[in-house]
């Protein structure tokens, strides 16, 4: 079935919710845990990547800003939501490429999916996977 993709600003915001009703609970949490802030960064960060990961491989490719934004990951080919392969080429695997690139591939990235029709991003294309509206 054919569905929009969704763009930047979808995105964006599904991200930022991520970050706040995700994140900033996993940080405070952290920081109650070990006291300390950069040890709070590094406990939020593992389960933030862990959330990335695991949360839309097994929620039929939502994570909690993408189910309020109306957004979804799927697979390109089938349709499918992603499994935990997909997750993590597209997370690890395109991490990796962002960070061998020094960042060069996350702005390319943010390009493709503000002008690409198709509004994929490197990580997209390394996974095969799209963002759509649900």
Same mark, same amino acid.
């Given at each position: 079935m054919?569905?929009?993709?969704?763009g930047?600003?979808?995105?964006?915001?599904?991200?930022?919710?991520?970050?706040?009703?995700? #994140?900033?609970?996993?940080?405070?949490? #952290?920081?109650?845990?070990?006291?300390?802030?950069?040890?709070?960064?590094?406990?939020?960060?593992?389960?933030?990547?862990?959330?990335?990961?695991?949360?839309?491989?097994?929620?039929? @490719?939502?994570?909690? #800003?993408?189910?309020?934004?109306?957004?979804?990951?799927?697979?390109?080919?089938?349709?499918?939501?992603?499994?935990l392969?997909?997750?993590?080429?597209?997370?690890?695997? @395109? #991490?990796?490429?962002?960070?061998?690139?020094?960042?060069? @591939?996350?702005?390319?990235?943010?390009?493709?999916?503000?002008?690409?029709?198709?509004?994929?991003?490197?990580?997209?294309?390394?996974?095969?996977?799209?963002?759509?509206?649900?």
């Amino acid at each position: 079935m054919m569905k929009e993709p969704a763009g930047f600003w979808i995105r964006f915001v599904a991200l930022l919710l991520d970050g706040l009703l995700v #994140g900033l609970p996993l940080f405070i949490i #952290g920081l109650i845990i070990t006291g300390n802030w950069d040890r709070a960064e590094r406990f939020s960060d593992l389960l933030m990547g862990l959330y990335a990961l695991i949360v839309p491989a097994v929620w039929k @490719g939502f994570t909690i #800003g993408k189910r309020i934004c109306g957004i979804r990951i799927r697979k390109v080919f089938d349709h499918e939501p992603p499994h935990l392969g997909i997750m993590l080429l597209r997370n690890v695997v @395109g #991490g990796l490429v962002y960070a061998l690139t020094l960042g060069i @591939g996350l702005i390319a990235s943010i390009i493709m999916v503000a002008v690409r029709e198709d509004r994929r991003a490197l990580h997209d294309f390394i996974a095969a996977t799209e963002v759509v509206h649900d």
